[in-house]
């Protein structure tokens, strides 16, 4: 798999050193510098090549925004600031994420996963997604996952060969991660995968071992969608 090249364009070096760490934790990720100002980082960008920006708005001298317009041809960018006022202004210039100071790993890792695909293009790949389990990510085989259970406000992931990962992440969230790979919402604590379902009734559907309950503000969308597969 190829990591993408990060850049950390940041005066703070309290901040730069948590983005810094962040990164290191992030298998796809890949740290080739840290700047403390914009002008070190066009000389950088033009010597080196960097996938994505992680970029400040407050900097000395130019500041983050008018570096970002002076860019010709602009990586990915995840803007990093203690201001909010500027978040619709940034999204006009097509950046992936902003982040707001401080910054937890959680939601480091949200913004991380909105990048481009690190695989090369034109090559055939088995998804996958990865997930922060214990300040780990842990990459996920999209096809071996069974269900989805909420627990609190963590998700239990079951997979085939009795694997199974808790992450802190929303089963709304999962819904996005894993929409058009026929996954279904049954429960408001269960999100299924169809192609794992064995059998069903009215009122439950069996996965393996597992007997999960529909949900009765779901079932009638849910028997819906297995009736017709």
């Not at 990459?139 to 079951?158: G, H």
């Not at 060969?161 to 026929?182: C, N, P």
């Not at 299924?192 to 439950?204: D, E, K």
Request: aromatic share 10%; hydrophobic share 45%; proline share 3%.
């Amino acid at each position: 798999m190829k990591q993408l090249n990060c850049l950390i364009v940041e005066d703070e070096p309290l901040a730069a050193g948590i983005l810094e760490d962040y990164i290191h934790d992030i298998p796809f990720l890949c740290l080739i510098g840290k700047c403390g100002d914009a002008i070190y980082a066009s000389e950088i960008m033009q010597e080196s090549d960097v996938d994505v920006l992680f970029l400040d708005l407050h900097l000395p001298g130019l500041k983050g925004l008018d570096f970002l317009r002076s860019l010709k041809k602009a990586p990915e960018v995840i803007l990093t600031t203690a201001y909010h006022e500027y978040a619709l202004e940034s999204y006009s210039l097509n950046v992936t994420d902003y982040l707001l100071k401080p910054i937890d790993f959680e939601r480091f890792v949200q913004a991380v996963q909105k990048l481009k695909s690190p695989v090369a293009s034109g090559h055939h790949t088995r998804p996958f997604h990865f997930f922060n389990a214990n300040k780990k990510m842990v990459r996920v085989w999209i096809d071996e996952v069974l269900f989805v259970e909420s627990v609190k406000e963590y998700a239990r992931i079951v997979m085939t060969g009795d694997k199974q990962v808790f992450t802190k992440i929303s089963l709304a969230d999962l819904e996005r991660i894993f929409a058009g790979y026929d996954f279904l919402r049954v429960h408001r604590s269960f999100l299924v995968a169809l192609r794992h379902i064995q059998s069903f009734n009215s009122s439950s559907l069996q996965i393996g071992d597992t007997e999960i309950s529909i949900g009765r503000l779901y079932r009638e969308e849910v028997l819906q969608v297995l009736g017709r597969l």
